[in-house]
């Protein structure tokens, strides 16, 4: 092994690599959105002993063209409207290679100081531009699951007095945590993994628009402190992940002030939307929550992971994680120390490719882009609602918008005559998302809500254009047209 020879090698597949990038996103709309692969193709493509020998870089990449590539679903098509989106960009990507470079871990101040000052100072940027107030302090973690689950704990430890670290979990400790019947799966996944117990999250009933019915919350937190339970929590929700409802945070503040409950807020998705003014308002009264979090590898053209996590008490999150072997202590006041802010102790630079993106778009560009992918789920919206579709010649009405439009994601269902069953209904729907998935032209994603399969088609990808959007339309109605 010699370095500098390592070096000039490193140099010139590093230039393969990039070469190899710039192809793939030159041309990654002809290949299946969604990975048209069956399960074990991938796997069986490997040996069951690992390469025992070194092997040069040209062999390597070919394998991965020939014997991965096919199992990968295109998360950064511009055709990719499935779930919520995980866009990326040129300049996270490239924060990424510069992160990998260095290799440090960020999880004491001393670690590396500038990962750790940096990380506070990029995250007080994103606090001011969606509005939080001042007095939040942010921190990254992985993702909004973990995110959730650290709130859950401070809840938890402040609420106890920082008891349950100290002795565990007693038979004396009835806690209850409250959300919407459409929260995010990951939460009682947290719920769990916190100790409270699957039966102890309540899910409360929704108004129309799937928010959360907060005079039902109020009543439930009240039956049960009458029954002997401690509500501890309420997770509210901008954006829930089947239609993005927002529950309403203000009157759910002044619920959990008044009987005195943790107020965390999951944004995971829609709070990079907190960036255009007129939204501002789905976080009215957020002076009465606790934690927020949002993930800008969702909408902000930052790659997974980069969870945004904010929290007003600092001091019991940090009190609820520290732990200080001799191994660890350093002698520098004032600075924060990361792996006092959440679960694990490593810690990547990730402020590193945000700050290369907030650099290179300016958050104007940033909202811009944004504003854009809105407005075109508005048109996808209105093909869908029109009467005279101004591409094709129409039927009768023929598709049903599901839940109101808030942002980027569209929700609606084809229903193909009015005489059919809502089970009909329910089957058709399901094998109209496989038939579309299964050209591989676009790929988009079901829910069900109140018995109702809804097809979401979620408009967020970094380069998704006008012209994606109405071929979508297109195929969708094509479709339909031969069914
Ligand atoms: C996507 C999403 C999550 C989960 O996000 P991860 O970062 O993958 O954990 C949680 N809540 C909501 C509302 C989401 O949309």
Same mark, same amino acid.
């Given at each position: ?310 929290? @007003? ?6 009190? *609820?994680?520290? !732990?200080?072997?001799?191994?660890? /202590? %350093? &002698? ?98 399901? @094998? ?6 299964? *050209?591989?032209? !676009?790929?988009?994603?079901?829910? /069900? %809500? &109140? ?33």
């Amino acid at each position: 092994m010699n370095k500098n020879n390592d070096i000039e090698q490193f140099k010139d597949n590093a230039i393969k690599l990039i070469d190899y990038i710039a192809d793939y996103y030159k041309n990654i709309e002809e290949y299946p959105v969604k990975s048209q692969i069956k399960p074990g193709d991938i796997y069986s493509n490997f040996e069951n002993n690992p390469p025992m020998d070194s092997r040069n870089f040209d062999e390597i990449l070919n394998d991965f063209d020939n014997k991965i590539m096919a199992g990968i679903t295109h998360w950064q098509s511009p055709n990719f409207y499935a779930y919520f989106n995980a866009n990326s960009s040129f300049p996270s990507l490239l924060g990424e290679i510069l992160t990998a470079a260095l290799g440090v871990n960020v999880f004491s101040w001393e670690t590396s100081p500038a990962g750790t000052e940096l990380e506070q100072r990029v995250m007080e940027w994103l606090r001011d531009a969606i509005g939080l107030p001042n007095y939040f302090s942010g921190v990254i973690q992985d993702t909004a699951s973990t995110a959730t689950l650290v709130s859950l704990l401070t809840a938890r430890e402040k609420y106890s007095n920082f008891e349950i670290n100290k002795s565990g979990f007693s038979k004396d400790y009835k806690f209850r945590i409250y959300c919407s019947s459409e929260a995010h799966s990951s939460i009682e996944k947290d719920v769990r993994i916190a100790g409270f117990g699957s039966d102890n999250l309540i899910k409360i009933e929704l108004n129309e628009d799937y928010s959360i019915n907060y005079h039902s919350l109020e009543k439930k937190i009240i039956d049960d402190l009458n029954n002997g339970y401690t509500p501890l929590a309420v997770i509210s929700a901008i954006g829930t992940t089947g239609t993005t409802a927002i529950d309403n945070i203000n009157e759910i503040g002044k619920i959990c002030k008044k009987h005195n409950v943790w107020h965390h807020v999951d944004a995971a998705h829609l709070g990079s939307a907190l960036l255009l003014e007129e939204n501002r308002h789905w976080i009215d009264g957020i002076e009465n929550c606790d934690t927020f979090v949002f993930n800008p590898h969702k909408w902000m053209f930052t790659n997974f992971d980069y969870s945004a996590y904010f929290v @007003k008490d600092k001091e019991s999150l940090t009190k *609820t994680f520290d !732990i200080l072997p001799e191994y660890l /202590k %350093i &002698n520098v006041d004032n600075v924060n120390n990361y792996k006092d802010w959440g679960i694990q102790l490593g810690r990547r630079f990730r402020s590193l490719k945000m700050w290369f993106v907030l650099n290179s778009f300016g958050i104007n560009g940033i909202k811009e882009k944004i504003k854009y992918h809105i407005s075109l789920a508005e048109k996808f919206e209105n093909l869908l609602k029109s009467d005279s579709y101004e591409y094709l010649i129409p039927p009768k009405q023929i598709f049903q918008i599901m839940a109101p439009r808030v942002a980027n994601l569209v929700t609606f269902r084809w229903v193909a005559d009015e005489n059919l069953t809502e089970a009909n209904i329910n089957e058709l729907n399901i @094998k109209l998302v496989d038939k579309i998935n299964s *050209t591989g032209k !676009i790929f988009l994603t079901k829910t /069900k %809500i &109140n018995n109702k399969i809804i097809i979401r088609m979620n408009i967020g990808q970094t380069y998704t254009e006008e012209r994606h959007i109405i071929d979508a339309f297109n195929l969708i109605y094509k479709i339909i047209m031969e069914w």
